[in-house]
């Protein structure tokens, strides 16, 4: 948005917070303010948090280029001439790492010409800005030049979050929730419950961003956060950078949470300013009062949010989280141990600094500032040791001040301003593929294959200094913080803690940015799809609901454990086919454990009996009988990327219903979105009922309602059945979409 746009935004708040408060009856956090701001209709918006259903409408909606395809695919079915809200599409995801920058750019733009072609194209026709391959990763350039205090926007990405450093709220959403605000609807979510988190003290010495986002984690788990937002605010705060908490919000989708945010303050305004943007950092300061949490709220914290977590920053320890699980945490100190006592491979194998995640200028300066030490005591890195900078700003910038130039010397390789590693998009030669080993990173995600697509290795998060530290011990049994490692001369060395401006004194740097602007008149331009494309592939409807029951229904696949979005619809080489549906429905389920063989990725012909088939293989079968199916799932079903795929690809193949022990919120919503109908066991352990041969049965859709259960009959091969009972989240409008085939044929 403009400056004289967040402005009007800024002068509508005081009447329309006034309102909240008087019909509320009390002070509004910062979260609630926001929400208020952007109600499509406050007046007939019902507010209750964990219930309503909110509508809303958002200031900015981003795309990268793996989620973007299908999300433009999907809007241009809408028929619109231009988009309704500011939005933009970051090449960032496609570009594989593999050999270095230069290589790796070279190799992705020839490889994805025509998806750069396709995304191009609507992008000039449609109105939308494009950010070109290797301009930067999407979060940061967000952060960089779009986000600011007290806005909304949608992105295609689970770590859209990233903008809450900035006093954002700022939500990872699938495409079809970004085409259907493109297309200038309102945009709708559950009412978030909120945890308040309260920091205090002061970060210092080996401490930083990452650590508090890390313990956060240990303290509230994977899904501590499904449907609920974090707002953080206390006198610890100001302690953080800008971009340190960006580094929080952006992992709060670790936690499962709609978002994160951190209250208006000075260090935003310093980085708006460094960012070239004094405009907004003024009317920030100018209307400050609204962009921070009433001071009730900061009075009496517990009376507003639904929870509350203290943390002391001056007693918070560095940690480190996983292997498997970004929730797995502990302090470095107590690693060592731990890895003993599991049996964990402590050689580590690759150190890789950078991501969305931690790619600031201060991120960077500390662990140059680490590797600087390492090189004065004549200490060589015993790992490879990989930089991905999170923007083109960054990089001239950290090029400029001789940061690069440290990391070359350690013999660190630069990757592209892109992606890579961090979403499996990682050619590596150093390793077998199913060879057990593992690395750290200060990425933010860690299950199982979601760096290299194997999942026999084990990643570990921890920051960015950090990781520096141990490249040089080159095991997971040093702590940098306490620990030395022997020097060339004999000696015992210890690390200081890491140091750095949170910003360049001399400013950012200036490269090629990388942006384009849409045409001025799109009416001209064509969008390019090839008609025989094996990348791409315009998108049909998808049937309507027939109006009867779903009977005897067989179960293509029952999960077991964690099932993320990475274990329904796989990354890595499969980034590829993102943009047709019918090429890369065929990785469906490849990650998934199968709770009745213990096999992932295969089960058994529910129609056949042939054993060991892939469950893509298996629904292509059984969608060509004219048959549906069921998917059966675990706690949390659906964590972790925003990827629709993971509903879309099911709902091409003939899955009708998925009923699960918990959803994640996302995915949730996708597969409402795409005409599948999401159910959760009223009892838990109904889970254990369902067996490999039974056969689903949902009954009463006729009568489908908000807020009334749905009854589901097991039968046996026998022919004896079981009944029991499922719960929905789906509102009257969402029902729409479930008998229209999807949310966008509702729209049509």
């Given at each position: 948005?403009?400056?004289?746009?967040?402005?009007?935004?800024?002068?509508?708040?005081?009447?329309?917070?006034?309102?909240?408060?008087?019909?509320?009856?009390?002070?509004?956090?910062?979260?609630?303010?926001?929400?208020v701001t952007h109600a499509d209709n406050f007046d007939k918006q019902e507010?209750?948090?964990?219930?309503?259903?909110?509508?809303?409408?958002?200031?900015?909606?981003?795309?990268?280029?793996?989620?973007?395809?299908?999300?433009?695919?999907?809007?241009?079915?809408?028929?619109?001439?231009?988009?309704?809200?500011?939005?933009?599409?970051?090449?960032?995801?496609?570009?594989?790492?593999?050999?270095?920058?230069?290589?790796?750019?070279?190799?992705?733009?020839?490889?994805?010409?025509?998806?750069?072609?396709?995304?191009?194209?609507?992008?000039?026709?449609?109105?939308?800005?494009?950010?070109?391959?290797?301009?930067?990763?999407?979060?940061?350039?967000?952060?960089?030049?779009?986000?600011?205090?007290?806005?909304?926007?949608?992105?295609?990405?689970?770590?859209?979050?990233?903008?809450?450093?900035?006093?954002?709220?700022?939500?990872?959403?699938?495409?079809?929730?970004?085409?259907?605000?493109?297309?200038?609807?309102?945009?709708?979510?559950?009412?978030?419950?909120?945890?308040?988190?309260?920091?205090?003290?002061?970060?210092?010495?080996?401490?930083?961003?990452?650590?508090?986002?890390?313990?956060?984690?240990?303290?509230?788990?994977?899904?501590?956060?499904?449907?609920?937002?974090?707002?953080?605010?206390?006198?610890?705060?100001?302690?953080?950078?800008?971009?340190?908490?960006?580094?929080?919000?952006?992992?709060?989708?670790?936690?499962?949470?709609?978002?994160?945010?951190?209250?208006?303050?000075?260090?935003?305004?310093?980085?708006?300013?460094?960012?070239?943007?004094?405009?907004?950092?003024?009317?920030?300061?100018?209307?400050?009062?609204?962009?921070?949490?009433?001071?009730?709220?900061?009075?009496?914290?517990?009376?507003?949010?639904?929870?509350?977590?203290?943390?002391?920053?001056?007693?918070?320890?560095?940690?480190?989280?996983?292997?498997?699980?970004?929730?797995?945490?502990?302090?470095?100190?107590?690693?060592?141990?731990?890895?003993?006592?599991?049996?964990?491979?402590?050689?580590?194998?690759?150190?890789?600094?950078?991501?969305?995640?931690?790619?600031?200028?201060?991120?960077?300066?500390?662990?140059?500032?680490?590797?600087?030490?390492?090189?004065?005591?004549?200490?060589?890195?015993?790992?490879?040791?990989?930089?991905?900078?999170?923007?083109?700003?960054?990089?001239?910038?950290?090029?400029?001040?001789?940061?690069?130039?440290?990391?070359?010397?350690?013999?660190?390789?630069?990757?592209?301003?892109?992606?890579?590693?961090?979403i499996g998009q990682w050619k590596r030669s150093d390793v077998g593929k199913?060879?057990?080993?593992?690395?750290?990173?200060?990425?933010?995600?860690?299950?199982?294959?979601?760096?290299?697509?194997?999942?026999?290795?084990?990643?570990?998060?921890?920051?960015?200094?950090?990781?520096?530290?141990?490249?040089?011990?080159?095991?997971?049994?040093?702590?940098?913080?306490?620990?030395?490692?022997?020097?060339?001369?004999?000696?015992?060395?210890?690390?200081?803690?890491?140091?750095?401006?949170?910003?360049?004194?001399?400013?950012?740097?200036?490269?090629?940015?990388?942006?384009?602007?849409?045409?001025?008149?799109?009416?001209?331009?064509?969008?390019?799809?090839?008609?025989?494309?094996?990348?791409?592939?315009?998108?049909?409807?998808?049937?309507?609901?027939?109006?009867?029951?779903?009977?005897?229904?067989?179960?293509?696949?029952?999960?077991?454990?964690?099932?993320?979005?990475?274990?329904?619809?796989?990354?890595?080489?499969?980034?590829?086919?993102?943009?047709?549906?019918?090429?890369?429905?065929?990785?469906?389920?490849?990650?998934?454990?199968?709770?009745?063989?213990?096999?992932?990725?295969?089960?058994?012909?529910?129609?056949?009996?042939?054993?060991?088939?892939?469950?893509?293989?298996?629904?292509?079968?059984?969608?060509?009988?004219?048959?549906?199916?069921?998917?059966?799932?675990?706690?949390?079903?659906?964590?972790?990327?925003?990827?629709?795929?993971?509903?879309?690809?099911?709902?091409?193949?003939?899955?009708?219903?998925?009923?699960?022990?918990?959803?994640?919120?996302?995915?949730?919503?996708?597969?409402?979105?795409?005409?599948?109908?999401?159910?959760?066991?009223?009892?838990?352990?109904?889970?254990?009922?369902?067996?490999?041969?039974?056969?689903?049965?949902?009954?009463?859709?006729?009568?489908?309602?908000?807020?009334?259960?749905?009854?589901?009959?097991?039968?046996?091969?026998?022919?004896?059945?079981?009944?029991?009972?499922?719960?929905?989240?789906?509102?009257?409008?969402?029902?729409?979409?479930?008998?229209?085939?999807?949310?966008?044929?509702?729209?049509?």
């Amino acid at each position: 948005m403009a400056a004289d746009q967040i402005k009007r935004m800024y002068e509508s708040m005081p009447a329309k917070l006034d309102r909240a408060r008087k019909r509320f009856g009390r002070a509004l956090t910062l979260a609630e303010k926001i929400l208020v701001t952007h109600a499509d209709n406050f007046d007939k918006q019902e507010w209750s948090r964990g219930k309503a259903q909110l509508r809303l409408r958002v200031d900015r909606v981003s795309l990268q280029d793996a989620t973007g395809q299908m999300a433009l695919l999907q809007f241009m079915q809408a028929g619109k001439k231009q988009v309704a809200v500011p939005s933009t599409v970051h090449c960032d995801h496609l570009i594989r790492a593999q050999s270095g920058a230069a290589e790796d750019m070279k190799r992705a733009i020839t490889e994805n010409q025509e998806v750069y072609d396709f995304l191009h194209s609507a992008a000039r026709k449609y109105g939308i800005g494009f950010w070109k391959p290797g301009a930067g990763i999407i979060h940061q350039v967000v952060l960089e030049n779009y986000a600011f205090p007290g806005g909304l926007m949608i992105g295609a990405d689970s770590h859209t979050p990233n903008g809450g450093g900035l006093g954002m709220l700022a939500i990872g959403v699938g495409g079809a929730d970004c085409g259907e605000a493109m297309a200038g609807l309102a945009w709708e979510v559950l009412d978030p419950k909120l945890i308040g988190v309260r920091l205090t003290g002061k970060l210092s010495g080996w401490t930083s961003g990452k650590d508090v986002i890390t313990y956060l984690l240990g303290v509230l788990t994977v899904k501590g956060g499904t449907n609920r937002i974090v707002e953080y605010f206390g006198p610890g705060a100001e302690s953080i950078s800008a971009t340190g908490k960006g580094t929080i919000c952006n992992m709060g989708a670790e936690l499962g949470a709609t978002t994160s945010l951190f209250q208006f303050d000075n260090r935003m305004s310093a980085y708006l300013r460094a960012t070239e943007r004094a405009d907004v950092a003024a009317l920030a300061e100018q209307y400050r009062e609204h962009l921070v949490a009433d001071p009730e709220v900061l009075a009496d914290p517990r009376k507003h949010f639904d929870e509350i977590v203290e943390i002391d920053l001056s007693e918070l320890e560095p940690h480190i989280v996983g292997p498997h699980s970004p929730d797995r945490a502990r302090p470095i100190s107590k690693l060592a141990a731990e890895v003993k006592k599991e049996g964990w491979p402590a050689t580590i194998t690759n150190a890789l600094i950078g991501s969305c995640t931690n790619s600031s200028y201060e991120d960077m300066k500390r662990s140059a500032h680490v590797a600087m030490q390492a090189l004065k005591a004549g200490l060589k890195a015993k790992t490879p040791f990989l930089v991905t900078p999170g923007s083109e700003r960054i990089y001239q910038t950290i090029k400029r001040d001789g940061m690069m130039a440290t990391f070359e010397q350690i013999g660190g390789t630069v990757l592209a301003n892109a992606c890579g590693p961090c979403i499996g998009q990682w050619k590596r030669s150093d390793v077998g593929k199913d060879e057990v080993n593992t690395i750290v990173s200060s990425f933010n995600r860690n299950f199982p294959g979601r760096n290299d697509g194997s999942a026999a290795t084990l990643s570990f998060l921890t920051s960015p200094e950090i990781v520096t530290a141990l490249a040089f011990a080159g095991t997971l049994e040093f702590d940098p913080v306490h620990g030395t490692i022997q020097g060339p001369d004999g000696k015992a060395f210890r690390f200081t803690p890491p140091e750095s401006e949170e910003l360049p004194a001399n400013g950012f740097a200036k490269g090629e940015e990388g942006y384009e602007a849409p045409a001025a008149d799109g009416e001209g331009v064509e969008v390019k799809v090839k008609p025989d494309s094996q990348r791409l592939q315009l998108l049909q409807p998808f049937p309507r609901w027939d109006g009867k029951d779903f009977d005897a229904l067989p179960i293509l696949v029952k999960t077991k454990g964690k099932t993320t979005t990475d274990h329904i619809s796989p990354a890595g080489p499969w980034l590829l086919v993102r943009g047709h549906l019918d090429k890369i429905s065929d990785n469906m389920f490849l990650g998934a454990v199968n709770a009745f063989t213990g096999e992932t990725g295969k089960g058994v012909n529910p129609v056949t009996g042939e054993k060991g088939q892939n469950f893509s293989k298996m629904a292509r079968e059984l969608k060509a009988k004219g048959l549906g199916w069921v998917v059966i799932g675990d706690e949390n079903y659906g964590e972790g990327s925003s990827r629709e795929h993971a509903a879309m690809s099911p709902r091409y193949l003939g899955c009708k219903v998925v009923i699960v022990r918990s959803f994640a919120r996302i995915a949730e919503t996708n597969l409402k979105k795409q005409g599948i109908l999401p159910l959760t066991f009223t009892k838990p352990s109904d889970y254990d009922l369902i067996e490999q041969d039974d056969r689903i049965s949902v009954t009463g859709l006729a009568q489908l309602a908000p807020g009334k259960p749905v009854t589901v009959v097991i039968t046996k091969p026998d022919g004896k059945s079981v009944t029991i009972q499922c719960q929905h989240t789906l509102t009257d409008e969402q029902i729409g979409w479930f008998k229209a085939g999807s949310a966008l044929n509702a729209l049509k």
